[in-house]
């Protein structure tokens, strides 16, 4: 392959061959493996949070226009749970597992060891840059792996601070940044891994596994797709409004993952949510949204066309009841609202992929529950919502409805809660991470059977006759009762 620049030199195939060598050289040496270690670079990490705020929210800023008060709650708050509850609880994610032992193996002891993969990648997106480039590190570090991460080149503030920032804190032999778009990412991606965790669109996910098969590198993919939201009419209405509209224009105006990408509610209800979220909207952004600070912009042209297609798709015509304003120059694009039938989802372009932008489809049904049944006929999401006070629509979606994870009555919060695993199921992904999931995914559970010489059974062993395939039946069904029977030759 022909070398490639990225803003630190020539990168290609022979550099990424040559970072990984350093860090399996590292990793074989036994260095990440103590529990001083982990901590000592969860703490460094730390460090990171603790003396750079302000560089981390500027970045932020520059990629994507994001309001400082964002950056707290959703990249750098975030991330400090993470790191702190990692902190808490390693010795104990460390410790090997107790199994119970059975009759066929008794006398011997039993054990999970959560053993390091070794050297395992992480490509991360632009959308929460930081967050989404320092989360599955912790998991990584605490698992005690060498990692490369790969920031996104879309947010190239960001990508930059955190190779200085690790630089400095982070033990280099063995956690490294590079930074790069496409061809850097392919050098790496032809190495041989020991795990990849990629975030990102399904199409480069493709990629990511393809590159996988080759070295049979397993990989966890976290990918999009289209999170609905179904709103009841039995709902506390102002504080619905405002968690909706929080977790679809608050959170990068909408490029996120996890985002509210379109309403689910009924006919007679749509006209009051729709006036009910025109006027939080105006509290929230103003009366021109398109000056507010509170709003991220598009990240860039691409994305910005991207939307604007989407916008300006012939079916809509008639159908936008708020915003549709936007200016290129300077990215920005107003918090839209989109009334269909379930006849117009069918043909809408903004309902046909994902929307990562502030645009919001109301889709209305004849009920929630008919709503529900649509969902088998779509991909599944990386995230489904119901607002609602009736506890029997709850026990449906749960039953009914299948995503990544659900949330009743909030959007997104389930993210942030460390007991719960995070990741996609069929096209929005697989394989989760968050907490001690992040920690078992970047740890192979090897099993140890250590078995003493006593109780050994002939019945295994030839010359083989009807006595011992009864006694080794007996064994293998575990039942006391049954041994007993088969030792007495009854
Ligand atoms: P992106 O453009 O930043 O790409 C992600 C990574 O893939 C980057 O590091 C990039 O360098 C790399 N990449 C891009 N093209 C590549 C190629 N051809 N070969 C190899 N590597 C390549 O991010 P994106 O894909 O625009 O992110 C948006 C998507 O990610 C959305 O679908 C969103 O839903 C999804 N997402 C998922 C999560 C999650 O946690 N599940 C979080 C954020 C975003």
């Known amino acids: 392959m022909e070398l490639m620049k990225n803003n630190k030199g020539v990168f290609g195939s022979e550099e990424a061959s040559l970072v990984v060598d350093k860090l399996k050289e590292t990793f074989l040496s036994g260095k990440t493996m103590s529990y001083e270690w982990r901590l000592s670079q969860l703490k460094g990490l730390m460090k990171i949070l603790d003396h750079h705020e302000p560089d981390i929210i500027k970045a932020l800023y520059s990629d994507l226009s994001k309001p400082p008060t964002e950056t707290i709650a959703y990249e750098i708050s975030t991330v400090r749970s993470s790191i702190e509850f990692a902190m808490k609880e390693l010795k104990r994610w460390m410790e090997p597992e107790k199994v119970k032992n059975t009759i066929l193996s008794f006398p011997s002891s039993v054990k999970i060891i959560h053993e390091p993969l070794g050297v395992v990648l992480v490509i991360s997106a632009w959308n929460f840059p930081f967050y989404l480039s320092l989360e599955p590190v912790i998991g990584a570090i605490s698992a005690g792996n060498a990692v490369v991460l790969k920031p996104s080149e879309i947010s190239p503030s960001t990508s930059s601070l955190l190779a200085e920032l690790f630089l400095k804190y982070m033990d ?79 959170m990068n105006n909408g490029q996120a993952c996890i985002c509210v990408d379109y309403v689910i509610t009924t006919k007679d209800f749509a006209p009051k949510l729709i006036d009910a979220l025109k006027s939080e909207l105006e509290i929230f952004f103003g009366k021109n949204p398109m000056e507010s600070e509170d709003l991220s912009r598009i990240v860039n042209l691409n994305h910005f066309r991207r939307i604007k297609r989407l916008l300006d798709d012939d079916k809509l015509s008639g159908k936008i009841v708020h915003g549709g304003q936007s200016d290129e120059s300077k990215l920005k694009m107003a918090p839209t609202i989109i009334l269909l039938d379930v006849t117009d989802q069918k043909e809408a372009l903004v309902m046909k992929e994902e929307i990562f932008g502030p645009l919001l489809p109301i889709i209305q049904v004849e009920s929630i529950e008919k709503g529900f049944e649509m969902m088998k006929f779509k991909e599944k999401p990386l995230a489904a919502y119901l607002f609602t006070n009736d506890n029997k629509l709850k026990d449906e979606f749960v039953e009914k409805v299948s995503a990544g994870g659900l949330l009743i009555n909030d959007v997104a919060l389930h993210v942030a809660h460390p007991y719960l695993p995070f990741g996609g199921v069929g096209k929005s992904g697989f394989g989760a991470y968050h907490g001690k999931f992040s920690f078992e995914c970047f740890s192979h559970k090897k099993g140890v059977l250590s078995r003493s010489f006593a109780g050994d059974t002939t019945a295994r062993y030839p010359p083989y006759t009807p006595g011992k395939l009864r006694m080794l039946k007996a064994l293998l069904s575990g039942r006391i009762f049954t041994i007993i029977r088969a030792l007495l030759g009854i």
């Open 172 to 250: 280099t032999s063995a956690i490294e940044v590079v930074e790069g778009g496409i061809p850097q990412t392919s050098a790496l991606l032809e190495q041989k891994w020991d795990k990849i965790l990629f975030t990102g669109n399904e199409n480069v996910g493709r990629i990511v596994m393809t590159a996988g098969v080759k070295h049979l590198t397993p990989v966890i993919l976290e990918l999009g797709g289209k999170c609905p939201a179904f709103v009841d009419s039995n709902i506390n209405l102002k504080v619905a409004i405002r968690r909706i509209i929080a977790g679809k224009w608050t």
